[in-house]
């Protein structure tokens, strides 16, 4: 019985040179993906809300519910 | 009941010595030595049935009877000249367990898991039991109507009013969306 002779050099490199394009790959996808799934929607989400934030309306609206410490609310 | 005879308790003696020998160490129960002892001498080659030590200091049979003994010469020439038997009869003398028989599962696992919940039961009842009579009363804050006065006061202040808490409120309608 005669086995061919098992390789015995060059293990890391294989190895390395089969895993570091894929390791490579993926982290541009994992990347990609949160720029275009997280932080690009979130920076809409913030855009949106303040194109149409009215300060003086919502300054008044939460006076009026009294959380404010340094401004009374309207009528007292 | 205690007053066993000489005879008996040498009889005694020798059942549990060859219980012990058997029991604790198969290892040794095919090395030819003459006291009764559970410890090992580890000043001598010792055998092992190991994964990743493949070769023992000591084959496993030590002491050969004759046809051990023509074996082993006949071991000592041509291999060919072996039958399948002979060679199988050869590794077992050298060896105790092949490497299947060393890797063949046990029924460790289910002792594993019923410990695992006999203790999770357990910790379970004197969590219970801990909830019951150690722990204070709860802080007033808890309470159904200050906790819906406190959302109530989150909301008033817009408290993450983008992504957060009170984006999930519809203000014209005074609901959840």
Same mark, same amino acid.
């Given at each position: ?76 | ?34 006291? %009764?002892? $559970? @410890?090992? /001498?580890? =000043? ?8 990743? *030590?493949? #070769? ?6 030590? %002491?050969? $009877? @004759?046809? /051990?003994? =023509? ?8 291999? *060919?000249? #072996? ?95």
């Amino acid at each position: 019985m005669s086995l061919a002779k098992p390789a015995m050099r060059g293990l890391l490199g294989k190895r390395l040179r089969f895993h570091l394009p894929i390791a490579f790959a993926l982290s541009l996808v994992a990347a990609a993906a949160f720029k275009y799934g997280v932080t690009g929607p979130r920076k809409q989400a913030y855009a949106d809300f303040y194109k149409q934030y009215d300060t003086t309306k919502e300054f008044n609206n939460m006076r009026d519910a009294g959380v404010f410490e340094s401004v009374r609310t309207t009528g007292e | 009941m205690l007053h066993l005879t000489t005879g008996r308790v040498g009889c005694l003696l020798s059942k549990q010595a060859v219980v012990a020998l058997t029991g604790s160490g198969a290892r040794m129960s095919s090395h030819g030595h003459h006291e %009764v002892s $559970d @410890s090992v /001498d580890m =000043s001598q080659p010792m055998y092992w049935d190991r994964l990743d *030590t493949p #070769l023992p200091d000591r084959p496993w049979k030590d %002491v050969l $009877d @004759s046809t /051990d003994k =023509s074996l082993k010469q006949k071991e000592k020439g041509p291999w *060919t000249a #072996l039958s399948k038997e002979e060679k199988i009869a050869l590794y077992r003398l050298k060896f105790n367990h092949t490497y299947p028989e060393m890797k063949r599962p046990s029924h460790e696992w289910k002792t594993v898991i019923g410990g695992m919940f006999i203790f999770f039961g357990i910790t379970g009842l004197v969590v219970f039991w801990q909830g019951h009579y150690v722990y204070p009363p709860q802080p007033h804050t808890f309470g159904e109507e200050w906790q819906a006065k406190q959302i109530q006061r989150m909301l008033d202040m817009r408290i993450n009013p983008i992504e957060g808490f009170s984006a999930q409120w519809d203000y014209k309608n005074k609901q959840w969306k």
